[in-house]
């Protein structure tokens, strides 16, 4: 136990190790001036109810195995993807918190809203941040800090679970500058997984050779077709692990 009389010398001391221990969790420390890390609700019309729905559930359903956050492309499993979601993903008692448009800010804000504590996940699996480029309030060093907020948040609130973040999921038909910083981003999500999370990278199953995306998986070359989300759903199958071992 630290005593309750620790120096201030010995205190920065012990950040200095906590930051050597998690650099993944301590790169681009969160500043007031970066949107993405800065917790907010979504006001636009058209998605207030949904978010209201997405709170009620993460603060009213019965603890559950496995949560997925995100955005509309993790949604869309109750569109497009509703048969692979059934198929796959249902029976593991999973719970959707997607909510379309969301940024890493609104996730941080339904999370302090609607903490995960009480559901007790095994897994939770997340996906985020093509919006925050996409909508551009957040460039992607913003971005990636937004990400590390997201997951430390994450981190606290379920330490016993196992946390998945996948790659941001490539967009657009062909290589273009959005690309590129997605590919950055996902570069360091990559380097630093290890006890915090594991990434998965799923997106790279929809590039081709020649770097284009196929509109059969992406038919607006952002969002999946029910051909894209069995195929999520299958990785997700062959890679997600319970912490009961299943």
């Given amino acids: 136990m630290i005593s309750p009389l620790l120096c201030v010398p010995c205190a920065g001391l012990l950040a200095l190790a ?12 969160s500043t007031p001036t970066n949107p993405a890390t800065m917790p907010v609700a979504r006001t636009d019309q058209g998605i207030v109810a949904r978010q209201a729905e997405v709170v009620a559930r993460a603060k009213e359903s019965a603890p ?24 796959h993903i249902a029976p593991w008692g999973a719970l959707n918190l997607g909510v379309s448009g969301d940024r890493t800010e609104h996730v941080l804000w339904r999370l302090q809203e609607a903490p995960l504590t009480r559901l007790k996940p ?4 997340l996906l985020i941040g093509t919006n925050n480029l996409g909508h551009g309030t957040s460039t992607a060093e913003q971005t990636l800090d937004g990400l590390w907020a997201v997951i430390r948040t994450i981190r606290a609130q379920a330490p016993q679970a196992r946390l998945y973040v996948h ?17 950055q981003i996902n570069q360091v999500l990559r380097a630093h997984q290890g006890a915090d999370y594991t990434c998965l990278s799923t997106g790279d199953l929809w590039v081709r050779k020649d770097g284009t995306i196929s509109a059969d998986i992406m038919p607006d070359f952002l969002h999946l077709s029910p ?3 069995e195929q999520w759903a299958q990785d997700l199958k062959a890679k997600v692990t319970l912490t009961d071992g299943r």
């Fill in 18 to 29: 906590t930051w050597i221990a998690y650099p993944s969790m301590s790169q681009q420390p």
């Fill in 64 to 87: 559950t195995s496995v949560v997925f956050l995100g955005d509309s492309i993790t949604q869309g499993f109750e569109g497009a993807g509703k048969a692979a979601w059934d198929a």
């Fill in 122 to 125: 095994r897994c939770v699996v």
């Fill in 167 to 183: 790659e941001i999921f490539p967009r657009g038909e062909r290589f273009h500058a959005m690309r590129g910083e997605i590919a």
């Fill in 227 to 229: 051909k894209g989300y």
